[in-house]
């Protein structure tokens, strides 16, 4: 009997994995095929790589979604710690005020938030700019930032600086030597999250892009209307990989950390 | 090293006053502890004489001299907190030169200067570990090392032993009076321990509530206590009403003796006998009150059960006058 729930329960296990997995694979896999359709049987090839390569709108896409991504992700860090360590000096009433008025991007549908900012800039009188879009974006990921940070940095011990001040230390030697080591892996997971949002991101930027410019998530959408191919293949396990080594990178930067930071403890 | 006053010490919270015009002089180089029930403002009037937090009133001064507005990073104080607080990225020899280069000590000497605050509190082995490869003990060490070795003028300590086991901090509190003894540096030691503020301290600061209930060496506010509270916090007490006054009589001063023994003080029923090695403690019943004797073993042979009725005597300088008529 209980060896029975034993092998019950991996079996569950490995269904919830096959669950998550499996389209990931395929995908990948097929990525590989030489079929247009993406019909067996499997045919080794790595032409729609080339094409990708070759694919001028698909790398400009890409290289717009990254810088995107990336400005987004480095404003999120900064305002994230900010509003964090500015928190620490509130009461506990304001400093929960503020908080759930900077979270509540979280709860809004992204569709909403998008459309929300568009109809601004329509009945302001403004023409579409990136600004706007990575504007969005920061309001979408911020959120994210914040809670991973946060999740980190309630670890943060207020006797750390005032053992730092104690010895002599001013408050910006403080700073940067005591405060900012202590929280810099937060500061980096928090970024990494908040890149990952803004470079997913579909709704936000749909609504807001100007015409003639597309990120990455677009182009695939815009592409796959007229026939999927397996370059969306290519692309998208060149994503994937892309994700899991900067995932790797950051979990070398935080070593044992990383467990902590995908599982959001302190 | 400094001589340390408070002078009508205060710290409001809101409308809670939680320290209450202290006035103290501590001598240059004693170790005071202050003692006192959780919550009765140790750690706050720590952290004023630390400048971590400012008082609604009054004043601290280090050798006569206000440091009111000093801050914190230029009262050259030694802190320990309960947590440690070692920084977690930097190794025990980091750790322990952080100060150092805050105090613009010449580069050349910081090593020697770590090396030397190692060594003083037997940590030299481990000037490479990080804090989280360190027992608490060790991080106890580190961090007493740390606070010394930029020599403060005054050494806070905020019941730096309590987080460790029984063992540890017996062994920790004679080494941390040797190291005080080597540095000779005022200290405050903040406990909520009467029997380490007891072993560890020149003078005892008994605080409750937010004023100072009496100061004095530790052998005058155990056998000289000033008020109720101070006998009963400083180990056991009876307090015997007479004539509209208190007094308190230690249990070891309590002797029982059969019913009708010569001098008998008060009479009554042994409602309980705890047995705890060394002695025994005897609780007697005695209708309007209860007596508690603590009885050593000398004589070996325990002769009373419970149950038994006996007399409890004690001498007349067993007997301390407290001061106060609050009940
Ligand atoms: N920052 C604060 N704000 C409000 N009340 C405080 C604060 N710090 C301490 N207190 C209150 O002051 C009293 C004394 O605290 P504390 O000095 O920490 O006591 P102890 O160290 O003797 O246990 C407590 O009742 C505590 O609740
Ligand atoms: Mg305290």
Redesign the interface.
């Known amino acids: 009997m209980k060896k029975q729930r034993h092998i019950l329960s991996r079996i569950f296990i490995i269904l919830v994995i096959l669950f998550l997995y499996v389209p990931i694979f395929v995908l990948m896999l097929l990525g590989f095929n030489e079929s247009r359709y993406n019909s067996l049987p499997f045919k080794f090839t790595t032409q729609w790589y080339e094409e990708m390569i070759a694919n001028e709108a698909l790398l400009s896409a890409a290289k717009n979604s990254l810088l995107l991504a990336l400005v987004t992700g480095i404003i999120c860090t900064v305002l994230a710690t900010l509003f964090i360590l500015g928190q620490r000096y509130l009461s506990r009433r304001t400093s929960g005020l503020f908080n759930s008025i900077v979270m509540m991007p979280m709860s809004i549908p992204w569709l909403i938030m998008g459309l929300s900012i568009l109809l601004m800039i329509r009945s302001m009188d403004f023409t579409k700019n990136m600004a706007f879009v990575l504007a969005g974006h920061v309001i979408i990921s911020l959120p994210y930032a914040l809670l991973v940070l946060r999740a980190r940095m309630s670890s943060l ?1 207020k ?2 600086e ?9 408050p910006l ?1 403080t700073f940067r ?2 405060t900012l ?2 929280i810099a892996p937060a500061m980096v997971a928090g970024g990494f999250l908040a890149f990952m949002i803004s470079f997913d991101n579909f709704a936000i930027s749909y609504f807001l892009i100007p015409n003639g410019v597309t990120t990455l998530p677009i182009e695939i959408q815009t592409s796959i209307k007229f026939g999927f191919t397996p370059e969306i293949n290519a692309i998208s396990t060149v994503i994937i990989v892309f994700s899991l080594v900067i995932l790797l990178i950051v979990g070398i930067i935080m070593r044992s950390n990383l467990k902590d930071m995908l599982g959001g403890k302190k | 090293m400094a001589k340390v006053e408070l002078r009508d010490l205060t710290k409001i919270y809101g409308n809670n006053t939680v320290v209450d015009h202290i006035n103290l002089e501590v001598e240059d180089g004693t170790l005071v502890s202050v003692l006192g029930p959780s919550g009765c403002g140790k750690t706050t009037t720590l952290r004023m004489i630390a400048g971590f937090e400012m008082p609604e009133d009054g004043d601290v001064l280090f050798d006569g001299q206000s440091v009111g507005k000093v801050a914190v990073n230029k009262r050259n104080i030694g802190m320990v907190f309960q947590s440690y607080a070692l920084f977690p990225h930097m190794t025990v020899a980091q750790n322990v030169a952080y100060g150092l280069e805050q105090h613009a000590v010449p580069k050349q000497e910081i090593p020697g200067r770590v090396q030397e605050a190692l060594e003083m509190v037997h940590m030299e082995d481990y000037a490479k570990r990080k804090p989280k490869q360190l027992s608490g003990g060790q991080q106890q060490r580190v961090a007493l090392a740390r606070a010394l070795v930029i020599r403060p003028r005054v050494l806070l300590l905020d019941e730096c032993l309590s987080a460790l086991d029984k063992k540890l901090r017996v062994e920790m509190q004679s080494e941390l009076r040797r190291i005080l003894e080597e540095t000779k540096v005022t200290t405050f030691f903040v406990t909520h321990d009467q029997e380490e503020a007891m072993t560890l301290s020149d003078r005892i600061v008994v605080m409750r509530d937010g004023i100072v209930e009496q100061t004095g060496t530790p052998f005058e506010v155990y056998e000289r206590p000033a008020s109720r509270f101070v006998a009963g916090f400083l180990g056991k007490a009876n307090f015997i009403e007479r004539d509209g006054k208190t007094y308190a009589v230690r249990p070891e001063k309590v002797k029982i003796g059969e019913e009708g023994t010569q001098g008998a003080r008060k009479t009554g029923v042994i409602s309980s006998l705890v047995y705890s090695g060394n002695l025994t403690t005897c609780t007697v019943d005695c209708g309007d009150m209860e007596i508690l004797a603590e009885i050593s073993h000398i004589d070996g042979a325990k002769r009373f059960e419970r149950g038994d009725r006996v007399s409890a005597v004690w001498s007349d300088d067993a007997e301390i006058l407290l001061e106060e008529a609050e009940a």
């Open positions: 011990d006797s750390l005032e053992m730092s001040a104690s010895l002599g230390a001013g030697t030597r005591v080591p202590a």
